[in-house]
């Protein structure tokens, strides 16, 4: 489940510009035996995005009004609200990020949370709406907490909100690991539950934790750490990893608990990414021999780089840019290099060619005219999730603008996947999504009525429209 929200305009993170604070929200959720589990809110506020009012002293700070919200429909669940303050700083100083954690207990259920900031000072404010949470009831098996990921840690000197089990854990709010800034250190914190009820007092296991390449789900850099552990009710655990020989990518770091015969009996995971500039020196790579010693067309692989986007992240759409940019062969056979071994390390040329294979199907099926279709929307969904399991296509319904119904039967996880695209054009041509089940995409709770063409809006037929509802949504429930 992607439950990480941004509202800052990075190179590290996919994220959304709302008025002018820029700030980044996680949670992780954790058990209290015989009581309610509850949540920890991680919040980062970019300094530079909030102002500062000077006080008597002549220094300056910033005042910011923090509330979150739970929901269950119209029923208010948990509510907290608060004010932080920033550090006071001298009129030139740099300014930190401001940082938070902040717990809230919660019964077993199916959430909705929102999250204000509000920048006194300023008087401008920030929301993250209405995003789905679910807490699971208090099991008596065996199962592991949601993994708490940190960017540094340090002996406990003074309780504070960050303390745990004797150390201070600074949260990495966005799971991302950047080299620039000196971010080096991956700290997991978790919590095993039930172990004494399900194998026994004192009774031995083993705790895998490590880091896995997304893409190849191997383990990558030696990054893991297998500990023998005594069973008890609640066992908590902090493992540290040093990343600077990390390359860059994305990767997971997964927690297993497994028996004395190497059996998973419980399991955590969540996705972080690199930045890691080193590799920019390129020479051990390998570049003479390799695949791309034999692309010398500049303008060739400028298009196999552009075809990249719909599979690429943030950040490797900022470097893919400036090589487009600056269209130095060199660089721009170093960065196609890098960017397959990241994949794949052991066969870059082989992930390569059958990304290819289906960048030529996208553009048999979704390309038009002068547009690639790696371009498209359909293109590009089918290059980042794979081939839908089924399609309706109904581009020829009179009563509704083109569109199609994609489903998938597991994606990231995730079971009975939908997407709905439509064409306002009367050609058919550049298909947008409309609506989609799936977390990060375009969600449009009105997509029936979006989808009625013109002729039959709402409030001009609406027994007619009502019956093109139903025929849509019975298509959208049992894609056929």
């Known amino acids: 489940m992607n439950k990480l929200f941004s509202l800052l305009v990075s190179v590290l993170t996919t994220s959304t510009l709302f008025a002018n604070i820029n ?7 954790f058990q209290n035996p015989n009581e309610n589990s509850y949540i920890e809110f991680y919040l980062s506020i970019n300094g530079a995005s909030i102002l500062y009012a000077q006080k008597e002293n002549l220094l300056f700070q ?40 902040k717990r809230m207990s919660i019964p077993a259920g199916e959430y909705r949370y929102s999250v204000i900031i509000k920048d006194l000072v300023a008087k401008t404010q920030g929301e993250i709406n209405n995003q789905p949470i679910s807490i699971d009831p208090l099991s008596k098996e065996l199962n592991i907490s949601e993994l708490q990921i940190g960017n540094q840690i340090s002996p406990t000197t003074e309780k504070n909100d960050f303390s745990k089990n004797g150390y201070d854990i ?10 620039k800034n000196g971010v080096n250190e991956l700290v997991a914190y978790l919590e095993i539950y039930n172990a004494e009820k399900s ?37 908590p655990y902090i493992q540290s990893f040093n990343l600077e020989t990390l390359p860059t990518g994305d990767y997971i770091v997964q927690a297993l608990v497994k028996n004395k015969k190497n059996e998973i009996l419980a399991k955590s995971e969540t996705s972080i990414f690199r930045l890691n500039t080193a590799i920019k020196d390129l ?47 060199d660089f721009m056979q170093r960065y196609f290099l890098n960017f397959w071994k990241v994949r794949n390390d052991l066969d870059p040329y082989r992930a390569w ?20 279709g790696y371009t498209t929307e359909r293109g590009r969904v089918y290059l980042q999730y794979g081939p839908p399991d089924v399609v309706q296509d109904a581009p020829f319904d009179g009563e509704t603008y083109p569109y199609s119904i994609w489903q998938y ?11 709905v695209f439509y064409s306002v054009t009367s050609g058919m041509l550049g298909y947008q999504v409309l ?46």
């Not at 907290?80 to 990020?97: I, W």
């Not at 296991?205 to 552990?229: F, G, H, P």
């Not at 039967?409 to 997407?419: A, G, S």
């Not at 375009?442 to 009502?466: A, F, I, M």
């Open 23 to 29: 700030f980044v929200v996680d949670y992780a959720v």
């Open 62 to 101: 910033s005042n910011i009004e923090v509330t979150y919200l739970i929901e269950d429909g119209d029923k208010v669940i948990s509510f907290e609200k608060f004010q932080l303050n920033s550090p006071e700083y001298e009129e030139q100083s740099a300014k930190l990020d401001l940082m938070n954690l």
């Open 170 to 179: 600074t949260p990495s709010v966005s799971h991302n690991f950047n080299e």
């Open 199 to 235: 194998l026994g007092i004192d009774e031995a296991y083993l705790l895998d934790i490590s880091v896995l390449n997304k893409a190849t789900q191997q383990v990558v850099e030696n990054l893991r750490a297998i500990k023998r552990m005594k069973a008890a009710e609640v066992t």
């Open 283 to 329: 020479s051990a790579l390998g570049i003479e021999g390799s695949f791309v010693d034999s692309i010398r067309d500049t303008k060739q692989l400028a298009e196999y780089i552009k075809c990249l986007r719909p599979t690429s992240n943030a950040t490797e759409k900022v470097w893919a840019d400036n090589q487009l940019r600056y269209a130095e062969l």
């Open 353 to 372: 060619q059958d990304y290819k294979y289906q960048v030529k199907i996208a553009d048999q099926k979704f390309g038009y005219g002068g547009v690639k």
């Open 409 to 419: 039967y597991k994606l990231n996880n995730l079971v009975n996947q939908r997407f």
């Open 435 to 480: 609506h989609s089940t799936y977390p990060g995409e375009n969600k449009n709770e009105d997509w029936q009525n979006s989808l009625s063409s013109k002729s039959v809006r709402p409030g001009s037929e609406l027994n007619k429209s009502d019956g093109i509802h139903k025929n849509v949504q019975d298509l959208f429930d049992n894609p056929r």
